[in-house]
């Protein structure tokens, strides 16, 4: 019930589907009542006829009426088509049996015209008429048998009604919907969109009452747009002013290094150096998140993966070298990819330096290509602490970093790939490289059919 309420408070679809239905329903229901009563008064109006008729047929023709009265049928399966006519006789008795049935005992007080009369246990409805030769004819026929037809005949006109009734709701609710289609259409194409997609909506095939609030959604994406690239900016524009500071600091510790001191000042060279090489770092990866989050859409070719590999491997390699870690391609397949070449490289280059970071010495990762069906998937595997499930939606967050961790990094590899991952319209999935022991981070970027 509660849940009943809540969509009939916040749907505006289901709130007009319902009202729309209660008012069919209603005015059927008063509509199907008034044509009942009308059908069944006019089915009276039309048995009444058939006496007036029957009346006058006998008087036109001066024909005589049955001596049993009854001018219908016997049968008990025709009952419908019965009807009595009898002379109104100033003495009932006169009227003697005769075969298997007797004259109705009617008043000879009955007056002239249509009236109803009790005879005997029945209701009858009698129309009296007096004759050419002075006599008054009845032609009667029992008020049961005329209900029933009247009834029956006023049912047949709630038919259509009934018919009708259903089909009209499944109309209205068909219509209704995809009336409330666009604006359907409308909230699947804005979930699509990806974090950085703040192109204007289009108006076009929206009803005119929506435009205005698509309008106002519109100003307000050209505000964010603007907010977010001004941040954008100013963290490209913050990072690249501090790299001219921090390369003469790098070279005055350079310069500091052959010069002599004491061991202990020595340590803090080392530390301060260290300091400054990964704040270097830390710019570099700064300035690659902002070209990588910018709207501006960059030159697509087809990319060889393996050629990927291959210059990335080339930069990594020393790196790799220096902990003893066996890192390679391990597939020998090479598929092409519609993308930017720089995206790709950058993609790649910053999974595999975070899976040096993380892989402890002598040890090993693989990068391979996988393809299925319409899919095709650069992986990169290694067999590191790897992730806890409990964390993989956080570690695309800029700067998010899994507590505990020891190795140093600034939080930024990830959040890149995942921007760059939007821009070609590509999904990342993460994983582990032993599925037994829960240990290994295994990254897959899957590219659909239309970017191969």
């Not at 036109?60 to 049928?73: I, K, T």
């Not at 289009?202 to 106002?216: D, N, R, T, Y």
């Not at 790799?320 to 790709?344: Q, R, Y």
Request: some cysteine; proline content about 4%.
């Amino acid at each position: 019930m509660d849940g009943f309420k809540r969509r009939l408070k916040d749907s505006l679809q289901f709130r007009l589907s319902l009202t729309l239905s209660i008012s069919i329903l209603s005015i059927a229901i008063v509509a199907g009542f008034f044509a009942f009563y009308t059908a069944f008064d006019e089915a009276h109006e039309l048995q009444d006829d058939v006496l007036r008729q029957v009346a006058t047929l006998f008087d036109r023709h001066g024909l005589n009426p049955p001596d049993n009265g009854d001018a219908g049928n016997e049968s008990d399966s025709e009952k419908e088509s019965r009807v009595f006519v009898q002379i109104v006789s100033p003495n009932i008795n006169d009227s003697a049996k005769n075969g298997s049935r007797t004259l109705l005992p009617l008043p000879t007080t009955l007056a002239d015209g249509m009236q109803t009369v009790i005879a005997g246990s029945e209701n009858y409805r009698v129309f009296v008429k007096k004759l050419s030769t002075g006599q008054r004819l009845a032609v009667a026929q029992e008020t049961d048998i005329r209900d029933e037809i009247a009834y029956e005949s006023s049912l047949r006109t709630l038919m259509p009604f009934l018919i009708l009734i259903p089909i009209l709701l499944l109309v209205v609710a068909d219509l209704i919907r995809k009336i409330f289609k666009p604006i359907a259409n409308l909230s699947r194409e804005i979930d699509s969109r990806g974090d950085q997609e703040l192109h204007p909506i289009p108006a076009e095939p929206l009803p005119s009452e929506i435009i205005p609030f698509v309008g106002a959604i519109n100003r307000l994406l050209a505000r964010v747009e603007l907010s977010v690239g001004a941040q954008r900016r100013f963290v490209a524009d913050a990072a690249h002013e501090l790299r001219s500071p921090l390369t003469a600091l790098s070279l005055q510790g350079e310069r500091l290094a052959n010069a002599e001191m004491s061991v202990n000042a020595r340590e803090r060279l080392a530390t301060l150096r260290h300091g400054i090489d990964r704040t270097k770092i830390l710019l570099e990866q700064l300035l690659t998140l902002a070209k990588v989050q910018a709207e501006t859409e960059r030159i697509r070719t087809n990319v060889s993966l393996q050629k990927v590999y291959r210059r990335v491997l080339e930069d990594a390699l020393s790196l790799a070298e220096s902990k003893h870690i066996d890192i390679g391609v391990t597939s020998s397949t090479d598929f092409s990819i519609c993308a930017n070449e720089v995206d790709l490289i950058v993609l790649v280059k910053n999974l595999v330096d975070n899976a040096i970071r993380y892989t402890p010495e002598n040890g090993r990762i693989d990068l391979s290509i996988v393809t299925d069906k319409n899919e095709t998937s650069l992986v990169v595997e290694d067999n590191g602490p790897g992730i806890p499930e409990s964390e993989w939606h956080r570690v695309f967050d800029p700067f998010y970093r899994i507590p505990g961790s020891h190795e140093i990094g600034s939080g930024l590899g990830l959040s890149i790939v995942n921007a760059i991952v939007s821009r070609l319209g590509a999904s990342i999935h993460l994983g582990f490289t032993n599925k037994t022991q829960l240990s290994g981070l295994r990254v897959a970027v899957t590219f659909r059919s239309k970017n191969r």
